[in-house]
T-cell receptor
Framework: ETGVTQSPTHLIKTRGQQVTLRCSSQ?????VSWYQQALGQGPQFIFQ???????GRGNFPPRFSGLQFPNYSSELNVNALELDDSALYLC?????????????FGPGTRLTVT | AQSVAQPEDQVNVAEGNPLTVKCTYS??????LFWYVQYPNRGLQFLLK??????LVKGSYGFEAEFNKSQTSFHLKKPSALVSDSALYFC????????????FGQGTTLQVKP
């Protein structure tokens, strides 16, 4: 198991609502990335945070937003939920600038939008 | 545009036999390549990476992968499969940018039968 934790484990929301997912990075890691994994698909990159700023974004609309805190933990916020937002949301942490490159994933948050 | 292809949805192998899970990639510049494994209702676990150096890289749980630049492939291998290796395997490539964005393949389900 990695040291990356995510909460909550599962979440059920109604279309149009807003949701906040949380991630604590592995000790010593300063970078957090978020991915969306739809059923039967590979993870899709949403965005990455480094030093509390967004450091790259995938093809996701602005209603997907995030934050990174001084302790390197992070939040993913999704506004105006749509049915297609139902997926496993994965957080991954890494240490930029150390030449390691691999990302370590948390267990994910399963979001169901009804 | 960068992409990863895993041509097999499922690979079936008998316990004790060697296994290969295929991956090809398309990326501008030198690729950073990764293999991850996902067990049911779990996040992704890092197995191994190729950044530079020897074309044969060794990783966790006895897995290894061979980087072939001319064929743009990075196939995952194991000399002797275990039933416990049964899981979903993802190949990923980094776009070699500051974001460290990982681009994943669709995944290959490995089924090891006793």
């Amino acid at each position: 198991e990695t040291g990356v934790t995510q909460s909550p484990t599962h979440l059920i929301k109604t279309r149009g609502q807003q949701v906040t997912l949380r991630c604590s990075s592995q000790s010593g890691h300063n970078t957090v990335s978020w991915y969306q994994q739809a059923l039967g698909q590979g993870p899709q990159f949403i965005f990455q945070y480094y030093r509390e700023e967004e450091n790259g974004r995938g093809n996701f609309p602005p209603r997907f937003s995030g934050l990174q805190f001084p302790n390197y933990s992070s939040e993913l916020n999704v506004n105006a939920l749509e049915l297609d937002d139902s997926a496993l949301y994965l957080c991954a942490s890494s240490q930029a600038g150390q030449g390691e490159y691999e990302q370590y994933f948390g267990p994910g948050t399963r979001l169901t939008v009804t | 545009a960068q992409s990863v292809a895993q041509p097999e949805d499922q690979v079936n192998v008998a316990e004790g036999n060697p296994l290969t899970v295929k991956c090809t990639y398309s990326v501008s510049g030198n690729p950073y390549l990764f293999w991850y494994v996902q067990y049911p209702n779990r996040g992704l676990q890092f197995l191994l990476k190729y950044i530079t150096g020897d074309n044969l890289v060794k990783g966790s749980y006895g897995f290894e992968a061979e980087f072939n630049k001319s064929q743009t492939s990075f196939h995952l291998k194991k000399p002797s499969a275990l039933v416990s290796d049964s899981a979903l395997y993802f190949c990923a490539v980094s776009a070699h940018s500051n974001t460290g964005k990982l681009i994943f393949g669709q995944g290959t389900t490995l089924q090891v039968k006793p």
